[in-house]
T-cell receptor
Framework: DARVTQTPRHKVTEMGQEVTMRCQPILGHNTVFWYRQTMMQGLELLAYFRNRAPLDDSGMPKDRFSAEMPDATLATLKIQPSEPRDSAVYFC?????????????FGDGTRLSIL | AQSVTQPDIHITVSEGASLELRCNYSYGATPYLFWYVQSPGQGLQLLLKYFSGDTLVQGIKGFEAEFKRSQSSFNLRKPSVHWSDAAEYFCAVGPKTSYDKVIFGPGTSLSVIP
């Protein structure tokens, strides 16, 4: 089965450090999403791309977060500088968007701890 | 405003018992409806979806859900729960013609007593 692959699975670092999370979407999917999951806020949409172009990043703190898709097989989410409140599980999901929607497929997430 | 409500934060059932997880939504038009399951340490897995047609949809792992337009509900059911069904369950809604802004509910945590 095709899968969304996220790396690393776990990351522990000190506040102020740069954090980069990577996602390999399912081949052929044209839409990539980044979500953050916490106990308090649940699942939050941070940003998403279609055909590698950012469509919406309104859920993302602009001052420290950035999301990019250097190519169709790689999406990145960066935090610089990181803060303890960024500790969460970050999920990438991919799918086919358009007139005939298909459900999103999720990766297993990156569990981020900022000390 | 668009929203998804899952009234039950946590449910405990005995193995072999039936299960119903509730989901209500507020949306401008008939949405695309989903149920996802999340096992510990894993991502969300799609259980089933409703797009149109028969309002009773079958999913994986023996789950089914019924869309009731008049009640704005999309409840998930399973006739006999297995211990491996213990997980977090998320209801979600989204527009039919675009991928934009799929909205997830807060989730219902299911515990299964042996």
């Amino acid at each position: 089965d095709a899968r969304v692959t996220q790396t690393p699975r776990h990351k522990v670092t000190e506040m102020g450090q740069e954090v980069t999370m990577r996602c390999q979407p399912i081949l052929g999917h044209n839409t990539v999403f980044w979500y953050r999951q916490t106990m308090m806020q649940g699942l939050e949409l941070l940003a998403y791309f279609r055909n590698r172009a950012p469509l919406d990043d309104s859920g993302m703190p602009k001052d420290r977060f950035s999301a990019e898709m250097p190519d169709a097989t790689l999406a990145t989410l960066k935090i610089q500088p990181s803060e303890p409140r960024d500790s969460a599980v970050y999920f990438c999901a991919s799918g086919m968007g358009g007139a005939d929607n298909q459900p999103q497929h999720f990766g297993d997430g990156t569990r981020l701890s900022i000390l | 405003a668009q929203s998804v409500t899952q009234p039950d934060i946590h449910i405990t059932v005995s193995e072999g018992a039936s299960l119903e997880l509730r989901c209500n939504y507020s949306y401008g038009a008939t949405p695309y409806l989903f149920w996802y399951v999340q096992s510990p340490g894993q991502g969300l897995q799609l259980l089933l979806k409703y797009f149109s047609g028969d309002t009773l949809v079958q999913g994986i792992k023996g789950f089914e859900a019924e869309f009731k337009r008049s009640q704005s509900s999309f409840n998930l059911r399973k006739p006999s729960v297995h211990w491996s069904d213990a997980a977090e369950y998320f209801c979600a809604v989204g527009p039919k013609t675009s991928y934009d802004k799929v909205i997830f509910g807060p989730g219902t945590s299911l515990s299964v007593i042996p």
